[in-house]
């Protein structure tokens, strides 16, 4: 065997031992004590170090015949790290120069660029591959990323691009079907895009969102431990008002991110939430009898003119009303009067809702969740709504020894469920939630 067939065999052993690193920093979760989670970016930075170190002792750039795989693997391996880093870029592109069509070392680049923040150059390395091979799963995630993470001149190019995305999300799956990873960055498009479209689409997105998530996790563990992915799971279960599900994927989440402050405050506010709106429930206790009288009267006195005057109206289900201790869980065929007691403001899109706590005329209690409205836009305290054909849920939350237990109402169209004060809530009231998608490790 010839001195450079000997290089060349180490130089395959050395590619050998990168994608065991790779496995090593992408299943850290699974295979690593949990007290070593928070040390995981250290150990594996320190194992890379060690495998550069030892490359560059035993391999010999002179005695090496293909100089583009050469430099593309010590490219790939400082790569492994989460930040950019100049090195990797110039190894990377010697490579491409020796060897311009050298598809990984382009995925490689593009995944450098994007650590820098360049994202239109990234994209064009990883469309730089797909026309080599449109079938490149790895190009197709990436370029789906790219695309919906783009900036953007007007909400329709935005959207378009979006569109794009998840096209490309689908085609990767149609290379691998059991590819998690890929899975998951189809939910992640799905859930950019559910948040731009009309109630109608949106629905559907949805679905389809909790669907690729739930396919993702089952179908690789890796993906399981990746806390951004859980963290965006989240959000779609907590806007689904799956609420104990949510807060599992958020705690899951800060296990294999502890320092993640965003995550933790996210799970922090949850829990308060659920406190919140248990308190509230009782806080007729706090009303003296005759502000909970007057509440009362008011209630009985709405409720009497909406059975005369809609005694007729199938819309307004003839004008039969119930008090909350009458409603069955799910819809229910009548109107519900009620006086909004107080308001709960999100400035910080934690519930994608407006919750309202208001008080019928038996002076009973339940929390009311108003989606698609403009934070402050919606009824007040002191104002008194009325709801057709409410829809009531019933939840029970355990965490951490705690339970917590309430019934709401969802009103998910508040255009067509909703009164407040004798009026139509009004078009320049709605607006979709904004739901932010965390690219980590996506």
């Not at 890379?48 to 790939?76: H, M, R």
């Not at 382009?106 to 390395?125: R, T």
Request: proline share 2%; hydrophobic share 35%; net charge neutral.
């Amino acid at each position: 065997m010839t001195e450079k067939n000997d290089e060349e065999e180490e130089l395959n052993r050395f590619e050998d031992k990168i994608k065991q690193l790779y496995n090593y920093r992408d299943s850290y979760f699974i295979t690593e004590p949990e007290e070593s989670f928070s040390a995981k970016n250290a150990n594996v930075d320190k194992k890379v170090d060690e495998l550069f170190k030892e490359f560059n002792s035993k391999i010999n750039l002179n005695k090496i015949s293909d100089k583009a795989n050469y430099y593309y693997l010590k490219g790939w391996l400082l790569n492994i790290k989460n930040d950019y880093d100049k090195e990797v870029f110039d190894l990377l592109t010697k490579s491409i120069k020796l060897r311009p069509n050298y598809s990984v070392a382009w995925i490689e680049l593009g995944e450098c660029y994007f650590k820098k923040g360049d994202l239109k150059l990234a994209l064009n390395c990883f469309e730089t591959v797909l026309k080599q091979n449109p079938k490149e799963k790895k190009a197709l995630r990436y370029a789906s990323i790219m695309l919906r993470s783009l900036p953007w001149s007007t909400p329709d190019e935005k959207k378009q691009n979006v569109i794009k995305s998840i096209d490309l999300a689908k085609k990767a799956l149609e290379c691998d079907l059991s590819d998690g990873q890929s899975w998951a960055v189809l939910a992640n498009a799905y859930l950019t895009f559910a948040f731009m479209t009309n109630r109608m689409e949106h629905n559907s997105l949805t679905k389809n969102c909790k669907s690729a998530y739930q396919k993702a996790i089952m179908i690789d563990k890796n993906v399981a431990t990746k806390a951004d992915v859980l963290f965006n799971y989240a959000s779609i279960l907590q806007y689904e008002e799956e609420f104990e599900e949510a807060l599992t994927c958020l705690v899951n989440a800060s296990k294999y991110d502890p320092e993640w402050r965003e995550l933790v405050q996210r799970k922090q506010n949850l829990i308060s939430f659920f406190n919140d709106i248990c308190h509230k429930i009782t806080e007729t206790s706090n009303l003296s009898g005759k502000k909970l009288n007057s509440l009362r009267d008011r209630c009985r006195s709405d409720e009497e003119k909406l059975r005369k005057q809609y005694a007729n109206n199938l819309e307004m289900c003839n004008g039969q009303t119930k008090q909350l201790e009458q409603l069955v869980d799910g819809p229910n065929e009548c109107l519900l009067v009620c006086k909004v007691q107080s308001y709960t403001s999100d400035i910080h899109n934690i519930f994608y809702c407006s919750v309202l706590n208001v008080i019928d005329s038996n002076g009973n209690n339940m929390a009311i969740f108003i989606y698609d409205i403009i934070n402050g836009r919606g009824p007040k305290s002191g104002d008194s709504i009325v709801v057709i054909r409410p829809v009531v849920k019933a939840h029970h939350i355990r965490y951490d020894g705690n339970e917590y237990r309430f019934r709401v109402i969802k009103i998910s169209k508040p255009l067509h469920e909703l009164y407040v004060n004798n009026r139509r809530i009004g078009v320049d009231c709605l607006s979709i939630p904004i739901i932010n998608v965390t690219l980590k490790s996506d």
